[in-house]
Every structure is written in structure tokens, then in C-alpha cells.
């Protein structure tokens, strides 16, 4: 017997290090409608922001559908750059849902992939992509996340991944002329120092150092706004960022062998639009000796909605089965 479908109204949060996204989608033919963007921690507890949020809602959610940044063991999960722990049947329980499922949030932006329309897409390498080829998503935010998307049909599978926390070491004369100022204090570098917020503050760091500019305490924010003014130690860092997000997203590209595309998530990468070198992006991500052949036919989109993962969540609710998440083991109850 096939378990029960998602109860409506749902309640359906992006749970990031940073923020937290909460929507409401009253029935499966519907459109989410937001309700709130919260700092994730400002609350002691998710249930506590949530419940906050939910206080002077006329329209109560029956059941939820969570996204999260970080991994999962069943229906708990720990957010990996914040300290919300998070339990289904006890955020069930404190809200007075019925039901409810958590996906790592990588899965949500990977069911969108079902879903997205290509005006929430800009592409920076057409490639020659299949229709049915698996589809992988990526990208550096708080941290740097990545899952796959395989359809068959309608029926799909949804496949997380921890691919920000596989190691990275430089290339070219350039990166190991900065690898010394990235590496620096970390006893192993990873994706997920370098495409993150935090890595791209640190790659204006070692550019700067090792450049004998003035080495300023910036954020990411500040490093992108800087770039887009034209200082050179915040454009040289955009531009290598920009080289190893391709490199990475070229050899996940060959990990999942996705010819059905590769989508870059994420609030970073559409902020640096601008600044993408598309020709220099292109032989980065397809220049992978001896498989150029293959990696010639992936394409490389940037999602610029900022409602992938709500769109993902939504599309999740209206058919667990066709996403492989009809399963009672990840499905929670009040």
C-alpha cells in the first residue's frame, strides 16, 4: 500500500546556514505564496521560527515539506553552518501538523529541476544536452552543495550528495601561487573553503597577499560589489572563482555523467553574472583531458529564480511518487 499523499495546506521552509524561507501552498495546483525570510538562529529552535511566523496565519498549514542544509539521518537532520537541530515528528508535534518530509536542500533545487522554466535559467554553455540525461545541481552559497535528478518517465530519483567536502588543489602556475594563502590554518582544503561565501572572501584575501595590495576585511558582498566597481584584487578574485566553480562543475559533470545538464544554484553566482567570462568558462568546464568529447556535450546553466528550491519543495508535495520520496521511512507524522 502506497503511504499517504501530502496533506494541504502545506508549510514549505529553505532551510539554509543563513536564511530560512518559509511559503505556503494551499493546493497542489497552486503557486507557493511566501510568507517569511528569517535569519536561521534567530530563533533558539526552527519550531520556535516557524511557530513565530505561523502565529497570525488565518490559514493554518496541515503538514510540511522542509528543505535543509545539511545531512539527514531519517527524519532528523543538523544544519552543517548553523546550530538548528532539526526533528520532523517533533516540529509535527509543536505546530500541530499532521505530517510531514525533510530533504537535504540540494534535493529540493534538484526536483526543480522538473519544474524550472527557462526564463529562470541563463546559460554559459550550451552544450548538446538529452532530454532523459541526468540533470545535476551545484552551487556555492553558505556552503556549496550538489545532487542529481534522474527522471525515467515520470518517475524520477532525487540523489543528495556531500560533494562540497571533497578535496581541491590547484592547477595552473596561478592557483599554486595562491594555494599556500587559501590553504592557509586548514589541514585539508575542500570545494566548499574555496565556492562559498566564505571562500570567495578568502580567495580576495590570498589575491591580495600575494599580489601586495591592501589586504582588506571584506565580505562576499563587499567583494562582489568591489568587483563590479573595478578594483582589481576583488575582479582577479571574481575571475578565479568564477575558473574553479567551472572546473568543479565540469568534473561533477563527469562523476553523474549529466547529460541532461548541469544548473548552478545558489545567491552568489547570479550576482557575478556580469563578470562571467562565458568563452574562458567554457574551456575550463569541457577541458577535461582525455573525456573532452563527452564533457563538449554538457551544457551549463545559472538558475537566476530565487524561488528554485520553494518550486523544488512544491513539486515535491504535489507528487511524492514521482520523485522516489513516497517512502514511510522519511515521511513524519504529528
Known sequence: MRPPSISYP?????????????????????????????????????????????ADLPEKPRSAVLAVAGPLEGRQAQLTNAVWQLDGPQIAAALGLTQGLMVNDFEALSASLAVLKPGDLSTLVEGDPEPEGVKLVL?????????????????????????????????????????PALSEGIPRLTVEHLLSGDGLVRLHKAVARTSGMLEAEVSAADVSRLAHDGDPAALMAVVCFWRLLARVAGDLALVFKATGGVFIAGGIAPHLLPLA??????????????????????????????????????????????????????????
Open 10 to 54: 502545506v508549510l514549505i521552509a529553505d532551510i539554509g546556514g543563513t536564511n530560512c524561507r518559509l511559503s505556503l501552498v494551499t493546493d497542489a495546483d497552486c503557486a507557493h505564496r511566501p510568507l517569511a525570510r528569517i535569519g536561521t538562529g534567530t530563533h533558539p529552535t526552527a519550531e520556535a521560527a516557524f511557530a513565530a511566523v505561523l
Open 139 to 179: 552551487g556555492p552559497g553558505t556552503g556549496f552543495g550538489a545532487a542529481a535528478l534522474l527522471m525515467r518517465g515520470e518517475r524520477g530519483v532525487l540523489i543528495p550528495t556531500e560533494s562540497g567536502h571533497i578535496g581541491i588543489g590547484p592547477e595552473d602556475q596561478t592557483e599554486q601561487r595562491l594555494w
Open 277 to 334: 567570462d562565458k568563452a574562458a568558462i567554457r574551456a575550463t568546464f569541457a577541458g577535461k583531458p582525455p573525456m573532452e568529447d563527452l564533457a563538449e556535450r554538457f551544457a551549463l546553466h545559472v538558475i537566476t529564480a530565487t524561488d528554485a528550491a520553494e518550486q523544488g519543495l512544491a513539486a515535491i508535495a504535489a507528487n511524492l511518487h514521482r520523485f522516489g520520496l513516497d517512502d514511510p521511512k522519511r515521511l513524519w507524522f504529528g
